[in-house]
């Protein structure tokens, strides 16, 4: 097959040829964002799912229908070790301007320019990561108290009202939410509720690891009730299928059903490994249709791209403890696992591994989906730390 031509993208968050399986969810978070511009109550939602099903994409798909729509919108990516304020500021100050453009919506826009003003003159003293171009100078009293519970909520709202006057919504799109700290969460919590309450068009749609429900729910009880979280999992086999087949018919190419299945199978419907399979099929694959034999040589070359990208990139960033930790679940199977179980595969005792456990936790590679349970975030991790931890050697290392 001709490499120029290769219909799959088996990229970080690349958009793929056949969104497949999501039509449901797409047009949920349309009717939600259309309801908010138009000032009726919409649930802001938090998309939750494993590594590599997909969550980044379908937050650029929904941001991107919501802009053709005449939504504003703005996007951020959470990464570890920032605070709220400084990831949020600098986008709602790009909103904030945009806004004052419309001329409904400017003067509700420069009162919000100057709150953001207030807001990062008090902020910074706490959060020095925090770093925004400001515009105008402070009005006193507005989103200035050096709360930032209180200033935050001040400053949505002003956010609100410029989108409200502009006939539009103000949409913001924040990816890896699970590494925003928890007192911070209850924050932005707090914020979006006041926003609900006085029926003003903004909305949140986050995107995180299966760890976020929860911790939203530590940070605020009422979490649940002001968001949707629709999980995101693995495709369903229609939806896998139409995810290979869809892209290779558009390229003229045909694909036998044994072949088809053995690709569903072999990545157990996850949207990633699907598009890094289809990838690595089609650059192997010397005429149509495909074939079950050409999947099969197919799986070498994608397990070691696998390796080298999507697993090995988690794995270095690893100590040595907490490589032993998963290996040693590991050595369970896919898991859950119980952390007593766990432990027994050193053998160790489960209170001494309670500190890599949590550190493991903080940095999105295992969670806990019911108390006492542990479970892999990146899928199929297992396979990886015994192919790249082989030996029996890691209990005692």
Known sequence: MDSVRNPFVPGAGSPPVELAGRDALLEEMRVALQRARIG????????????????????????????????????????EGRSLPAILAPQLRQALLRLSHVAAAKDYAIRGLRALAGFAGKMKVKYQDLEVGLDYEPEPGLADNGDLEHDLQALFEQV???????????????????????????VLITAMHRIEQQQLPVVLVGAGLPQLRGRMGNAKSYAERLFNFPAIGPLPKPAAERAIRVPLEKEGVAIDQAALNRLVDVTHGYAYFLQQWGFHTWEQAAHSPISVETVSRASGSAVAALDESFFRVRFDRLTPKEKRYLRAMAELGPGPHRSGDIANCYPAKVTSLAPTRSSLIAKGMIWSPNHGDTAYTVPMFDEFMKRIMPSADWRHA
């Open 40 to 79: 009726r109550h919409a649930k802001s939602a938090m998309l939750v799912g494993l590594r590599g099903v997909g969550k980044t994409v379908l937050l650029d798909r929904i941001r991107a229908e919501a802009e053709a729509a005449g939504i504003h919108t703005v996007r951020i990516e959470a990464p």
């Open 160 to 186: 609100g009202q410029a989108a409200k006057a502009a006939g539009t919504a103000e949409a913001i799109f924040i990816d890896e939410l699970q590494y925003v700290a928890e007192d911070q969460l209850a």
